[in-house]
Each structure stands twice: as structure tokens, then as C-alpha cells.
């Protein structure tokens, strides 16, 4: 982790323009921990600004995934491991607590054995992942780009106010389907955003920049480096996290089409039996009509 090194001095975090925390990196053995302080108030649901979480924390830190070796909070009620969920929201910190603690154990650094001769082979599995990393990549940016539309869609669709005749003359059962399937919206658009969001800094986080570094410095050229098993766990690591991006995004953005589906069928029946009700009302008040 080379932003943060072992200190007394605390190091102030930000993700995305936010301060999320303070931090500072203690000798542990052969490894480190980094201890983590999230105020409370930070913890508290908001709208305007994602939850904390422990790959918030890490991502903030510069701290590569795998790089960990395991996690706890300060009272021990939660850990995890390398391979544990890190995408859950923090809880807030005790009653008698104004922050949250959180303790990050890092792996002990691979020991250096030099730079030996690489078989052509493993620069050609290095090669093979970093381009199925752009691809998904370029996938991923292709799916935020149709989410942004998606976005203006569904926001459309949710701030869409009956029309007069609508009001007028609507069955109570149709406004009421069409309003349960406009409340669905607002579940659905915070996971659009937060899609957005992750797919929009995912190419700036300090470990894809570090791995593009060494494919351009070393993979591409073909020029040694020392630990290349390592940057191969690196990358397949990387990988699964833009796997797993590009999965959500398909997930969310199915999930908001049937949303949307289900609006313009309800929008749809309320207006024909609108449409029917008032051409009623207009045919019952010609025959009124007629008797006078």
C-alpha cells in the first residue's frame, strides 16, 4: 500500500469528494494493520451519498483487495475474511461510541526472490487477462451509458402526473395499479445510480492503475518483473471484480425495463378505460339531452 505507510500520524480518507474516514497503518508482525475511524454521523442513510463500506474504506485507502488478509469492527460483532463480502453497508457504532472502528490485517509482503528468466507462456496468460479486463471494461461503459438513458426514463415515468380527462374519469383500480407501479421507481433508483457510480470511477482506483502500469512497463514489452505470479492473482483478481460489476449492471438494468414495462401497461389500461368512461359519460349526456 504505498499511500499509507506505518504511522503514529492519522491520514484523513476521502471516496468521491466525501470524507469517509481516518486512518493510519500499524506494524503487525511480519504484516500491518491499518485501523480505520468512521464518524458516526457518516454512517447514517442519506440519499445524496453512498453507504460506507469496508471496499469503500479500502478503494479510499489505496488498498488492493488482495492485499487482505482479514477484517473486524472494534468490538469484535463483525469480521470477515479475504473472501467475505465487503459491499455491505457498515453498521453505526455503539450508543456510548461517536465512531465506528475498524481493523484491516494486510498479507506480509511476498518475499523478493529476484527477477528469474518468464516462459513465454505466462506472458501470454498476463496478455490474455488484461484484454479480457478492457473488454468487460468496455462492456461495463457501454452499460452505463444505456443506464444514464434508462435513468432519464424511469425519472420521467415516476414524475408523470395524470392528464385532467385522467383525473376526471380513471377507475380507482387503474390509479392505484399505475401508483404501485411507479413505487417501484423509487426502490429501482438509487441501484441505477449507485451502477453509475461504480462503473464511473472503476478505471481510476489505484490498483487497475498500478496493474495497467506494469502491463505497459513489463507485459506488453515483455520486460522481467519480479513476482509475476503475483500480478497474475492481481489481475485475475481484478477481473472477477469487473465480472461481477458488469453482472450488476445486467441484473439492475432487467430489473428497471420490467419496472418500466409494468408502468406503461398500467399507464395504458388507465387511459383507454379513461378514454372508454368519458366517451360514456358524453353518449349519456346526449340521450339526457334528448328528452328535454
Known sequence: MAEMESSTDWATLTYDGDIVAEAWTMPDGDASTVVFLVPRARLEPSEDRMPVTIEIL???????SVDIDSWRLGDDSLAGNADSDRTTPLPPPTEDDDQLTIHVRLKP???DGGVEDIPLEKWQALELLWKAI??????????????????????????????????????????????????????ALPKVREFIHRATWSQTVAERKALEEIVKAHVEPRVPVAGVDRIRERLEHLQKDRQVLLATGNAVHQECRGILGEIQRATSSLQRNAAERAKQKRSAGREKGKHF
Open 109 to 111: 509482503p511476498p518475499v
Open 134 to 187: 478492457l473488454s468487460l471494461e468496455s462492456a461495463i461503459d457501454t452499460a452505463r451509458m444505456g443506464m444514464e438513458s434508462l435513468l432519464n426514463e424511469m425519472d420521467s415515468a415516476f414524475k408523470r402526473p395524470l392528464a385532467v380527462e385522467e383525473k376526471l374519469n380513471a377507475l380507482q383500480a387503474d390509479v392505484a395499479q399505475w401508483t404501485k407501479a411507479k413505487s417501484r421507481v423509487h426502490h
Open 58 to 64: 479500502l478503494q479510499a485507502a489505496g488498498i488492493s
